[in-house]
């Protein structure tokens, strides 16, 4: 599915030239099957494609690599360390971010998975604390 979607997208761009250009593709991964069957999943707008984390080696083998990346701090599947370490191991060099609503230390988080993934742009962006994440 993602897959398709790449193609597609990255075919109207040569041929329309109109966004979303390929350096400008923001890729959010989290907990889709949870948020169809609750029946809230995100619509996504034309720059932004949403992904289980299953589907992210899909991103890094076709034409279009995403501008930025982002996911929630942990999901009951992955947490950020855990895809991290697979965008590092499939050569991901851009912009990684975690959206959270409160850590007590992010500078441990980001200074660890900086550490463990070279050249990997990691940072967490933390919401006001009435911001709904999921």
């Not at 761009?13 to 809230?40: I, M």
């Not at 990346?69 to 950020?80: A, G, I, K, M, Q």
Request: a negative charge.
């Amino acid at each position: 599915m993602v897959a398709n979607k790449l193609r597609n997208m990255a075919a109207a761009t040569r041929s329309a030239r109109r966004e979303p250009t390929p350096d400008s593709v923001v890729l959010c991964v989290g907990e889709l099957t949870t948020l169809r069957a609750s029946g809230s999943a995100p619509r996504e707008p034309d720059q932004f494609v949403f992904a289980e984390i299953h589907e992210v080696g899909d991103w890094m083998h076709a034409e279009m690599t995403p501008e930025l990346v982002l996911s929630p701090l942990l999901t009951p599947r992955f947490d950020c360390v855990d895809l991290a370490h697979l965008l590092h191991h499939h050569g991901y060099r851009g912009r990684y971010r975690v959206l959270s609503d409160g850590l007590p230390n992010p500078g441990l988080v980001c200074g660890e998975i900086r550490a463990q993934c070279p050249g990997l742009d990691f940072d967490i962006v933390t919401l006001p604390a009435n911001t709904r994440l999921s």
